[in-house]
């Protein structure tokens, strides 16, 4: 089955840094990869999604790359705010396995003031 | 918010105790998944049904056993359960396999406690 890597597993940043999470997949038939945020107390909810076909997308101040070839895709979070501290997962999901989704371990983000 | 509800929102149990989690979609959705989120193991796929089907059980313990009556309810029966299962059960729906919408929608999380 899929198996998803995330590193760092903690990242603390100074406000108005950027933050980079990574994460690999093993399955190269994976096409979706989707990012959660969770906060504290809170509910994970889907801050950003990419598919195979496309190779970066954004939203605003932040964005997801895929590299299909290296199987790895990363999170980039620009000018970030104290409100960006949480809990991020990676995710990966295989067409040939319904809709499932495969989770990274999470990368805690602590942003400070 | 009404998406997905989870009830009871925390919950207590002896090992010796029979309860029963209950997660509500109001979105829709075809496809109904059960969580489990520790330290150990942030997020961990325990059951998956879609259309009323269990499709996917990932190895887990038989005291943990899901029932899905229709496509917006789910249930995780809960009995004889050990000190290391005590973790936030999560509830997830989405629109289903036979769709492009992968996307997950979380319920609050039942934040259980095994004594």
């Known amino acids: 089955g899929e198996n998803v890597e995330q590193h760092p597993s903690t990242l603390s940043v100074q406000e108005g840094d950027s933050a980079v999470i990574k994460c690999t997949y093993s399955?190269?038939?994976?096409?979706?990869f989707p990012w959660y945020k969770q906060e504290l107390g809170k509910r994970p909810q889907l801050i950003i999604d990419i598919r195979s076909n496309v190779g970066e997308k954004k939203d605003q101040r932040i964005a997801v790359t895929l590299n299909k070839t290296a199987k790895h895709f990363s999170l980039h979070i620009t000018e970030t705010q104290p409100e960006d501290s949480a809990v991020y997962f990676c995710a990966a999901s295989n067409p040939n396995a319904g809709n499932m989704l495969t989770f990274g371990g999470g990368t805690r983000l602590m942003v400070k003031p | 918010e009404t998406g997905v509800t989870q009830t009871p929102r925390h919950l207590v149990m002896g090992m010796t105790n029979k309860k029963s989690l209950k997660c509500e979609q109001h979105?829709?959705?075809?496809?109904m998944y059960w969580y489990k989120q520790s330290a150990k193991k942030p997020l961990e796929l325990m059951f998956v049904?879609?259309?009323?089907?269990?499709?996917e059980n990932n190895s887990v313990p038989s005291r943990f056993s899901p029932e899905c009556p229709n496509s917006s309810h789910l249930f995780l029966h809960l009995h004889t359960l050990q000190p290391e299962d005590s973790a936030l059960y999560l509830c997830?729906?989405?629109?289903?396999?036979?769709?492009?919408?992968?996307?997950?929608?979380f319920g609050p999380g039942t934040r259980l406690t095994v004594t």
């Open positions: 997830a729906s989405s629109q289903g396999r036979t769709t492009r919408s992968y996307e997950q929608y």
């Open positions: 049904y879609n259309f009323k089907e269990q499709t």
């Open positions: 399955d190269s038939a994976s096409n979706y």
């Open positions: 979105l829709g959705h075809n496809a």
